[in-house]
Structures are given as C-alpha cells and as structure tokens.
C-alpha cells in the first residue's frame, strides 16, 4: 500500500459525518437545518440530546485516532518522512472532517477528529490542550472559546516540548484550520452574543 493510498484513505475516514448520521437515526432530521449547521458534537447535542452528542465526539474522534493507529503499527509507513508521516495522516483525516467529500466539502470544525488523530502522535500535549479546554469552559461557559484555547495550545505545546517538527507544522496548520472554522463564532464572542453552555 502506497503512501499516497494511505493518505486518501484517512481522508475519506475523515470525511464520514457521524454527526449527520447519528442524529438522523435519532430523530430522522438533517443536523445541517438546525442550530450552527455543524456536523460536529456540539451541534449533535443540540440537536438530538447528551446522548448523541456523546457518540458523535467518539466517533469523530476514532476517525483521527484509528487511522493514525492503523499507521504506527506498520514500521515502514511509520518511518515515512523521518517517522513524520503518521503526523500527515492525521491531518488528512482533520481535513476529511472539515472538509468532508460526502457532504460537498461542508463539515465540522475539526476539534476532536484534531484530538483523535494527534493523541498517539502527542499525548503529552493534547492532554495539556484538554486541560486547556476544559479550564477555559469552566471560566467562560461556551464551547467554542474553549476550543479555540485548546487548539491554539497545540502548537505552542508541541514547540515547547521539543515534539518533532513535522508533527508541530500539522499542529499549527491544525490551529490555523479550527480558527478559520471558528470565524463566525469569534464574532459571536467579540460582540457577546455566542451561546453558553446549560449550567
């Protein structure tokens, strides 16, 4: 199996929207009428309960992660690119999902297929990015600050840990990709009118 093969098929794991698919086997609606449009957890959970919310975050995180897994257990595609390879995967996979050939290019924000597919690439600092977002929730009450903390953390936690360069650009173009997806959220939060979380 090529690289090139690989990569495409981490895209297209990507790329399933277990939001849509989940909250249309619970409630028989498209996720994409309702809320913010996002095929992500948060907007699953809006739109169909706690529950489906829950099964959205793990699938979207599994379509990172179990790429990226599938890739660490083959030492010659693990070695690709100075063991940097793994690291493209993943990517492909964050881009699936934001970018997703099932659904015309219009998918989520990418924050927990990010999470999925560096965790065993990075776990050190995607478990400080967790702490991040978690602590920013608790602070200001809405899930998209939170994620834009967390994601900005990526990068500067990869660098400051020493993690290997190829897998810090993925970070930072991680970041780059999760903010530009955030826009009309930063300007929710500039003018106070982003939504909080239940209390």
């Known amino acids: 199996m090529t690289a090139a093969v690989v990569v495409l098929l981490a895209y297209l794991a990507g790329s ?33 309960g706690n529950l489906a919310g829950a099964l959205t975050l793990a699938g979207d995180m599994a379509k990172g992660a179990l790429p990226v ?39 989520g924000k990418g924050v927990a297929t990010a999470a999925g597919g560096l965790a065993p690439l990075a776990p050190g600092v995607v478990f400080s990015a967790l702490v ?19 994601a900005l953390s990526l990068p500067i936690g990869a660098f400051l840990s020493g993690t290997p360069w190829l ?8 970041c780059f990709l999760i903010w530009l997806r955030h826009r ?16």
């Open 16 to 48: 399933i929207p277990f939001g849509l698919l989940v909250v249309r086997a619970f409630t028989g609606k498209d996720i994409r009428r309702g809320g913010s449009g996002n095929t992500g957890a948060t907007n699953a959970r809006r739109a169909a």
């Open 69 to 107: 897994a599938v890739v660490l257990s083959n030492d010659g595609l693990a070695g690709l690119l100075g063991g940097g390879f793994p690291a493209l995967v993943a990517l492909a996979a964050f881009i699936g999902h934001v970018y997703p050939v099932y659904l015309t290019f219009r998918g």
């Open 132 to 150: 991040v977002f978690v602590a920013v929730l608790a602070w200001g009450r809405r899930v998209s600050l939170g994620s834009l903390a967390a």
């Open 167 to 174: 897998t810090t650009l993925v970070m930072a173009a991680m």
């Open 184 to 199: 009309q959220n930063i300007r929710r939060l500039l003018d106070g009118t982003e939504p909080r979380i239940d209390n």
